[in-house]
Every structure is written in C-alpha cells, then in structure tokens.
Nanobody
C-alpha cells in the first residue's frame, strides 16, 4: 500500500524558514511528478510547486524566489524549502505524487502538515 509521510511543519515567525519532506513508501512503481499543495483555513487547496522526475520545477507566483522544491529519486522523497515565510503562507501543506503504472497514472496524497507563520 502506497504511503506518503510528510514532516517538517510547525510554527515559525515571519521571515523564518522551514523545510518540508515527503517520503513515499510501499511501491515499486516509478514516481512521476511530485507536487506540494496547500490549503489555508476556509480556502481551497492550491498547487504551490511541482517537480518532474527529470527535475523541471514550477511555482505559483506568490512563492517564487522564496520556496524551492527538490527531490531525491533514490529515496522517493520530495522536499519544499521555504524561506522568507509570510503569515499568508500559513496553511496545511500536502504532498501529492503521480505514480506511473503499466495501465496509466495514479495520484496519491499525504496526510498534510501544518505550517503556521506568526507575524
């Protein structure tokens, strides 16, 4: 059974940094795109950053220059380095991965990790 375990969330002051990690286990399938989403209270879940297996990255405009997504394919792990954090970055952050199967693709989600940025 595929499991995504996130870690690294917490409380930080504005201007601080956090690094989120998401480890994928329970599968021998190839992992395609890996993404981080976030959901602030009362709002929809939005894509923050994505990275392809080959390392191509994309970011939502609001985090460009502050967040860095990276992955370690050997460890089935994706990271989100978050610098210069702002109160508006407060949200539950979710890891999302796309498994490449013989019959197609399948997405999996982590349980989420809370990031709180105080002003």
């Amino acid at each position: 059974q595929v499991q995504l375990v996130e870690s690294g969330g917490g409380l930080v002051q504005a201007g601080g940094s956090l690094t989120l990690s998401c480890v994928v286990s329970g599968t021998t399938a190839s992992i395609g795109a890996m993404r981080w989403y976030r959901q602030a209270p009362g709002k929809q879940r939005d894509l923050v950053a994505s990275i392809t297996r080959g390392g191509t990255t994309n970011y939502v405009e609001s985090v460009k220059g502050r967040f860095t997504i990276s992955r370690d394919n050997a460890k089935n792990t994706v990271y989100l380095q978050m610098n210069s954090l702002k109160p508006e970055d407060t949200a539950v952050y979710y890891c999302n991965v796309v498994m490449v199967l013989t019959a197609g693709y399948l997405e999996h989600w982590g349980q989420g990790t809370l990031v709180t940025v105080s002003s």
